[in-house]
């Protein structure tokens, strides 16, 4: 107990540092633009402060250290500012929110590289040359970095051939999980139990994506032998409604696809639904408990394993008016189901 209230008393500590530090920085920020903005009549032009600290300014030899520092809070934060504004702006898509994150590692590394060249120019050191240099170094770097060049390439095709986004279902491996982030070099997966599985893009070669259609929640039930199907089903004709009220999460269904196995001591009946992949377990769970509810509301019986010491059940036989809708209704779902992909080798 006392290394738990440790770790939770350390925990803590790190949290209020952590936003005290931030809060210095944004302090910091707020003075140097108030500085940058209004400098001019707080300093006068003729600051060597002031000049040093304006990074538009021409007039005069800045102060070195000033001058980076200025640097740095003005690439820095113009970095921040431009992807919080593309992120915010990417939660409002459903499409389109891995370009974002691309964009944004993009700014990134961009603003490391502009800032570092800014650094050497204020030593005085000819960035044209090092440009030139740094073309012939990357030919050379990227022949032997061919792993890395290809995970760039394979993360631009999976965002422009928009083969998955962030926030979709895929399974990969085995691996079932939401699409956190797609960067320049990796893709970030989280499963239901919160653990995150990151691959490089090269990698992802060969997946399912769960969540480009409406996907099929599958209910099997079982009734005794005994049972009137022609009953059973026109019980189901007068109550499916009921039960996609009962059920928001249903976006289509549920349907009665039919009699789906002749078991060892029961008559399985199979209902599906179509419904968004991360609602699909939930959807199933919900039908399975909406048509034992039904079934238990009109005398309807699930087997189970028991030893029978009295006389057989007598069943309820469907009259000619439930035998006239449950062929109706058997009907009508094949006619509505014809849409629908067939269950049969449907994995769960």
Known sequence: MNILKGLREIKRRSTVFDWIFRGIILALCIVYYVFLIFGDSIFGNTSLFYRSLNLFSGAGDPNIIVRLVSYAFFCLTISWVGRMILKQFGRLLRKGRAIIDIICSLIKYAVVIVLIFLVLKSFGVDTTSILAGIGILGLIIGLGAQPLITDIIAGLFIVFENVFEVGDIIVIDGFRGTVKEIGIRT??????GGNIKVMNNSDLRSLINMTENLSLACCDMSIE?????????????????????????????PFYRGVTELADSAVVLRFVAKCEESNKYQV??????QFKLLFDQNNINIPFNQVVVHEP??????????QKEATKFVEEQREILKSVPDTENFER
Do not use: Q
Request: aromatic share 4%.
């Open 187 to 192: 893709t970030k997966i989280e499963d239901a």
């Open 313 to 322: 059940t007598e069943f309820d036989m469907a009259n000619k008016k439930e």
């Open 284 to 289: 199933e769970r919900d039908m399975n408990r």
């Open 225 to 253: 032998y005994g049972e009137s199907i022609e009953r059973v089903e026109a019980i189901l004709s007068n109550n499916l409604e009921k039960i996609k009220e009962n059920i928001p999460d249903i976006v289509e269904g």
